[in-house]
């Protein structure tokens, strides 16, 4: 019997997650998400979620979240932070958090955390420094609230008036 070593189930866990978050995103705003394409620095196309996009980090070194949302105009650069046990994953938010508060280009970026491995304290230390800045930080069901949110918001701009 082989047995799955730790580090190789959190990095199955935190794929499955990613996953999730995927499908959510893909079916609220009914669009298409594909893998960011090999060479390219910047991607035109509106209404895609594109996978694995990179970014220069505050070490001036390339880096790649798990996705960039190109919705109605706006680019959204999205990071899922999966910690079911102890671990390491919350040991890299603050690094997460400055890259998205001060160097990514998106005017609008999101932490989203799962499970219940992070140390006490990690994730609202995390959201009191993402406070006041571009970054939101979101559970997957206040960020399932959000897909919502920004699905109504779109509709209600497409909707037609009619006169009186």
């Known amino acids: 019997m082989k047995v799955d070593p730790q580090g190789r189930k959190a990095a199955t866990n935190g794929a499955k997650f990613e996953d999730i978050i995927e499908d959510a995103i893909t079916q ?10 090999k060479g390219e620095e910047r991607l035109t196309t509106d209404n895609v979620l594109l996978k ?3 970014y220069e980090s505050i070490y001036g070194t390339k880096c790649r979240s798990e996705f960039l949302l190109r919705y109605q105009g706006r680019d959204i650069r999205i990071e899922c932070k999966y910690q079911q046990s102890a671990g390491s994953v919350d040991e890299k938010l603050p690094y997460l958090m400055m890259n998205f508060t001060q160097k990514v280009d998106e005017a609008e970026t999101i932490i989203i955390t799962h499970g219940e491995g992070f140390r006490d304290g990690a994730i609202n230390w995390l959201r009191e420094s993402c406070r006041d800045t571009k970054c939101k930080v979101f559970t997957l069901l206040e960020f399932t609230l959000y897909l919502e949110n920004l699905r109504n918001a779109n509709s209600s701009q497409e909707r037609p008036r009619f006169l009186g």
């Open 28 to 37: 609220a705003l009914e669009i298409p998400s594909r893998k960011w394409p």
């Open 52 to 54: 694995n996009a990179p």
